[in-house]
């Protein structure tokens, strides 16, 4: 026999085991699985449909949640620069821009417009109770890391050129794309 | 003036409150909006104190704590005015 026998541990030499420490608070946070993303389609150009599309897109930013922005239709529109007065090739898609003025600060309400008086009366009364404008909160949505990711069908319809939209915009993309992030699990939003 | 934040054990210690923002009279999303510029800016642990008048804020806090896994250490309201401390994950 060469093994040498440990000799037990006498229990009473044993430390008394102090109690666990508790953690300082219990956290708020309790799954840590990692929220879907968020896909919102912008396919309406009107005021009241682009500020929600932008408040839900800053806001999803703002938590930590990956969010694009798939501008199509008359939702491209807000993303073209506010200083553009007309844009496109031919004298359609001029008179187009013409009809209805490109950029985020010259939306038009779907509902009440009168001629500009309805969108100004919903920018006083949001300037009242400190509402952010659509263009502050672009910019903010921006700033989150929220992608803004222009249609290339609507592009070419409209003849609009990348140095027509805003800075930051994504590179322009299809149907495809969009149908393919929700296929992933993106969380879609059609407004 | 509000109480200082305690480290939640009962030893009334107060916590040291590295950032602040002020969103009163700020209306949805900004006072998340704000919360969240001034968390990417802070290191894991330090604590932000949020200073919010918007009714819906208190339920909008915790939803943001429970998505983004930052700590939500306190949520009260005195005289209108909403106070959250948050502890950057």
Known sequence: MTAVAEPAMPIVDEPIAAPAPQPAAVPYHEHEAKPRDVLIICYSGELEKVWATIILASTAGAMGVKTRVFATFWGLQPFVKDSRRITGQNWMQKMMSFMQRPGISHRKLSKMNFLGMGPWMMGSLARKYNVASPKDLLAMAQELGVEFLPCQMTMDMYGLKPEDMIEGMAEPVGAATVIGLMAEGSAPLFI | ?89
């Open chain 2, 1 to 89: 003036m509000a109480r200082p934040p305690t480290n939640g054990k009962g030893s009334g210690m107060p916590l040291e409150i590295a950032q602040r923002v002020d969103a009163q009279g700020l209306s949805c999303p900004m006072p998340i909006v704000k919360t969240a510029q001034a968390v990417k800016l802070m290191v894991s642990g330090q604590l932000l104190e949020v200073l919010a008048t918007d009714a819906g804020s208190s339920k909008d806090f915790a939803a943001w704590c429970k998505t983004t896994g930052n700590e939500l250490v306190e949520s009260s309201v005195e005289g209108g005015v909403y106070r959250f401390v948050l502890r950057r994950k």
